[in-house]
């Protein structure tokens, strides 16, 4: 056995390494398992971060295959990834590399070639692609109906596929209860369905969604209906980190400081998109940092005719009773006066028509100082609801 430390990607690098292979003992086989993962949302992936992932899947991968063309192989097994075939999120420069192995592997194919593109599932055994992964997007990924495979599994599916006749291959192992609830509620992988048999539910999800929310919302008192939010958001928070309940959830605490990335804040997004209908921006949670900012800002967007004033007829003793315990020359302070004085105006016009032009020039300040609180405020009152 001869181990040799190679860039494979350089075509140069490569072909040297290549030409020191000795006659008596010719290359048989090739087996490509370079892989680099930059996950990111799309919006985030440079050209520097698509090259990173790309560099050492789709350029090595060329390179193996043109420089080994001429050469009598057995076997030319490309190590893929499920993530090109089923996606993941926040891995679009990984999925579309793993999607060129999987073409790649068709095309020597087609060619006369041996290949085998092997797209694997998760491992169990952390390697250098996974050992950074929290807890959290262990669970992220297990949500999506994948179990991870064990080294023995996985060393006996690779014995199985690189034998086999076709040229793309899934090698993944699936947790079909996972799968079963995703096909009741409809959203089960298209590629998937298939495998499940199961009726697809008419009832309606236990959490609430969508209209059915903002039912809720509007059910509940104005007082409480921001409290109602935060508890909705701190479950689907708790939901997205891992967590049994939304009491484990800060109100106050950012989300940058509980563990949140662009991933998780995608994913956050959608489930409170899924449950309000609203369209809300990828860049939600950095907008609104804390579960109880982001709460807040929900209220205001489905509950937008609580956010001004409330009903003004609801609230009529409320204005008397601060009108009648309120100086004179706090209005003034406040530059309300001059609004007060036209209210006046108007009023005595209504009140006296044309005979009372000359009553209309006595001092406004002096006769709003005279009027009676329910005149004033009846006068008020209706303004507000004309306008």
């Known amino acids: ?7 494979v990607a350089d075509r140069e690098a490569m072909a040297a390494l290549l030409a020191s292979v ?11 398992t370079a892989g680099v993962i930059d996950d990111g949302v799309i919006t985030a992936l440079t050209p520097e971060r698509l090259d990173t992932v790309f560099r050492p899947k789709v350029d090595a991968a060329l390179v193996l295959d043109e420089l080994t063309r001429d050469l009598d192989l057995s076997a030319f097994v490309l190590y893929s990834s499920a993530a090109g075939t089923f996606g993941s999120p926040g891995q679009g420069n990984y999925a579309a590399a793993n999607a060129f192995l999987d073409a790649l592997a068709q095309r020597r194919r087609a060619a006369g070639l041996p290949a085998t593109s092997v797209a694997w599932g998760g491992w169990a055994e952390s390697s250098g692609m996974t050992a950074h992964l929290a807890a959290s997007d262990l669970q992220r990924m297990s949500r999506g109906g994948g179990v991870e495979l064990t080294s023995e599994e996985g060393l006996e599916v690779f014995d199985r596929a690189w034998r086999d006749p076709a040229p793309v291959l899934v090698a993944a192992k699936l947790d079909f209860v996972t799968l079963q609830a995703q096909a009741a509620a409809g959203s089960v992988h298209s590629l998937l369905r298939g495998l499940i048999t199961t009726r697809r539910q008419t009832t309606q999800p236990q959490r609430p969604a969508g209209p059915r929310l903002a039912e809720q919302l509007a059910a509940t008192s104005p007082a409480r209906q921001e409290e ?40 956050l997004r959608n489930k409170l998109t899924e449950l309000t209908t609203l369209r809300l921006p990828a860049t939600l949670v950095f907008d609104y940092p804390t579960p109880r900012s982001l709460a807040r800002f929900l209220k205001k967007e489905l509950r937008p005719e609580s956010n001004g004033t409330h009903d003004v007829a609801g609230r009529e003793d409320e204005f008397r009773r601060m009108l009648a315990t309120t100086p004179m020359a706090r209005f003034e302070e406040l530059g309300l006066m001059h609004t007060l004085m036209a209210l006046l105006d108007e009023q005595g016009s209504e009140a006296a028509g044309t005979a009372a032009v000359a009553e209309q020039q006595q001092d406004s300040t002096s006769l709003i100082r005279e009027m009676g609180v329910d005149d004033l405020i009846a006068r008020a009152m209706k303004e507000t609801r004309n306008q």
Not at 1 to 7: I, L, Q, S
């Open 228 to 267: 109602f939010l935060l508890d909705v958001v701190r479950r689907e928070v708790a939901a997205t980190l891992g967590h049994a309940s939304g009491g484990q959830v800060d109100a106050d605490q950012g989300f940058s400081d509980i563990g949140f990335d662009s991933l998780l804040a995608v994913e």
């Open 1 to 7: 056995m001869r181990v040799a430390a190679c860039d």
């Open 22 to 32: 000795p006659a008596d003992a010719p290359l048989t086989g090739v087996v490509h």
